[in-house]
């Protein structure tokens, strides 16, 4: 599983809000020019429903960049449950680098605190299985290592960062190189130093996979009693990923065959952002 480098989480955090303010003010904020250069304000944002906490650092990047004169204290930190109704920070500084902030900074904590929410679900329900859950690359492209980071927030793993991090085998490489056994064995003889994992769709083609002993076998939206049987076949000799067909219904019964992860492109892809609110009063 893909560890979070925290130097290149620095990094991502600086581009993101780099790109997303370039995006929202562009060549300055007129509507923030409506209000007094020097009046000052306090603002505090608020949750507005339960939620999973997630994106402080964004949220810090982007006054920074805004204005570093902005001071924010938090009540919370990333991971933390919240409720509605309670306040998450509170914001001083110039007036008008809170309004020109507010919009970026909430994006981010909003879509990151929902990733870490839909991540904290499914972990709850497969609580005390022993399964790890793990996403996948369906992410919001540019934001990739921040939603995997609000995945862990969540209590759940990544998968992989990239195409250059670890092996995927799947059919179609499969089918390019003459097999299972001859694409292990060409991924070990690049070397690179990288995990090797072989997506397989049948229990035949498990056995295949089993011979050529990868690092770890992806069950392809395998049938309850398949994974049950392909557990019972493998014997510990190599981790087993279950994909595919993972539903909010279906999820405890997987981990329940005994498989050691699954991956779910959900965590990712199919969020809601959190609903959360900023208001500004002045004279702070």
Partial sequence: MYRIDSQALADAIRRDVTSALEEDIGSGDITALLVAEDQRGEARITAKEDA??????????????VDPSLRIEWRVAD???VEPGQTLCQLTGNARSLLSAERTALNFLQLFSGTATRSRRYADLVSGTGVSLLDTRKTLPGLRL???????CGGCHSHRMGLYDAYLIKENHIAACGGIAPVVESARR????R???????TLDELGQALEALPDMIMLDNFSLDDLREAVSLTAGRVRLE???GVTDAT?????????????????TKDVASIDLSMRLSLGA
Avoid: F, M, N
Avoid at 52 to 65: D, H, P, T
Avoid at 146 to 152: C, N
Avoid at 190 to 193: E, S, T
Avoid at 195 to 201: I, Q
């Fill in 195 to 201: 995990p090797v994992e072989v997506e397989v769709e």
């Fill in 79 to 81: 991971g933390d449950r």
């Fill in 242 to 244: 279950a994909s595919g």
């Fill in 251 to 267: 999820l405890r019964d997987i981990a329940a065959t005994g498989v050691d992860c699954i991956s779910l492109g959900a965590l």
């Fill in 190 to 193: 690049l070397g690179h130093d």
């Fill in 146 to 152: 921040a939603q995997k980071y609000a995945v862990a």
């Fill in 52 to 65: 999973i906490l997630c994106g402080i650092a964004w949220v810090e990047e982007v006054c920074r960049q």
